[in-house]
């Protein structure tokens, strides 16, 4: 049986690995990140490694398939939770793509966490973090409310709920929203 699964979206930069990080120490969770499944997949069937700035460049369609066999293959079924680290848009070279609600079927997500911050803030932490070339977009306050459209677009396509959760310097509500996954039969 497969443990409830929990989808934490939100654009690059906005905090979700970090955030999640400090959350595992008080909350016993499995963190699977979408961008690390894709790769190790890619690489585990012979194809090339690629760096996550060339995955936004690679086939998405292709990249959404190796996303379900990685999940399936790392997936812990003795976990409590698992938390699947992703995106509902990916800013590619050609534009903002977005990721259909059918990618999440297979992993069986249950509820569907959007991270939002400031455009400000999430422009700031693109810029201090050097090991990774992020899109420079125009307008991230677009881009951002186009991901959370498509976040309530695939919430809606698989009748599950959707938090969007704007940091305020505490964890309490995303800690709370997350510990109800926990119990059985959760949320």
């Known amino acids: 049986m497969t443990p409830p699964v929990v989808a934490v979206a939100g654009l690059s930069g906005v905090g979700k690995s970090t955030l999640l990080t400090r959350l595992k120490s008080a909350i016993?969770?499995?963190i699977l990140q979408a961008s690390a499944l894709i790769k190790e997949a890619r690489t585990s069937r012979g194809g090339q490694s690629l760096t996550l700035d060339a995955l936004r460049a690679a086939d998405l369609n292709e990249n959404q398939q190796l996303l379900a066999q990685g999940f399936a293959r790392r997936v812990?079924?003795?976990a409590s939770l698992v938390v699947l680290d992703c995106h509902t848009v990916i800013e590619t070279p050609g534009g903002l793509v977005r990721i259909d609600p059918r990618v999440f079927d297979p992993m069986n997500v249950r509820a569907m966490v959007f991270l939002e911050d400031a455009p400000e803030e999430i422009a700031r932490r693109r810029r201090n973090d050097t090991t990774r070339?992020?899109?420079s977009t125009q307008d991230l306050g677009s881009v951002q409310a186009e991901a959370i459209q498509q976040a309530c677009t695939i919430a809606a396509a698989l009748t599950i709920p959707l938090f969007v959760h704007r940091p305020a310097g505490e964890?309490?509500?995303i800690t709370e929203r997350l510990r109800l996954y926990l119990a059985p039969g959760g949320a």
């Open 76 to 78: 812990d079924r003795a």
């Open 28 to 30: 016993p969770m499995q």
């Open 171 to 173: 964890d309490g509500a």
């Open 133 to 135: 070339q992020r899109p």
